[in-house]
């Protein structure tokens, strides 16, 4: 029996040390350089404005920070900046953008997608949720995007996508 015991404990910690193996190597495989663009829409029903886009994200064993500018019109900048947290297959962390006040991320990865639930700092888009993804697209590639619901269609809207691509 304690044979058995003993077999049972080392393979679940085989496999919880296999489990944070693959986020660490996710993690890395995320970090570097990035430029891109994409579109910001700017309130719900209006028209998308196209962005370029420059981020930096560095990664350790149980998270990852992003730090990025975007310009729109090429004379308005805004910065954003998100901090994360692994624990187990858990992700939870900040997010700062256009508002200036820390917004709560907190989610899961599958494959090669982090899938986040926001609340906001302040209602944004008619209320204080939305979906952030950040996916991994092929080896040298990034896409964020930021999804919203429409209080009156209560339909999902793209309100930002950023495609990304490592420097």
Do not use: H
Request: with cysteine.
């Amino acid at each position: 029996m304690r044979a058995l015991f003993a077999m049972a404990l080392a393979g679940a910690v085989f496999a919880s040390s296999g489990a944070f193996a693959a986020e660490q190597d996710f993690l890395k495989s995320i970090e570097g350089q990035w430029t891109g663009g994409g579109k910001v829409l700017t309130k719900l029903g209006g028209s998308n404005v196209p962005v370029s886009c420059k981020m930096t994200s560095d990664a350790t064993s149980s998270g990852f920070s992003m730090n990025g500018t975007c310009r729109a019109l090429a004379v308005i900048s805004r910065t954003f900046t998100a901090k994360v947290n692994t624990s187990g297959s858990s992700y939870s962390g900040n997010y700062v953008g256009v508002s200036g006040q820390p917004s709560k991320l907190a989610g899961s990865r599958s494959g090669d997608t982090i899938n986040l639930d926001v609340t906001w700092a302040k209602v944004e888009y008619g209320d204080r949720e939305a979906k952030m993804t950040i996916e991994k697209v092929g080896d040298n590639g990034l896409r964020i995007r930021t999804i919203d619901q429409d209080p009156d269609s209560g339909k999902s809207v793209v309100t930002t996508q950023l495609d990304l691509k490592r420097i």
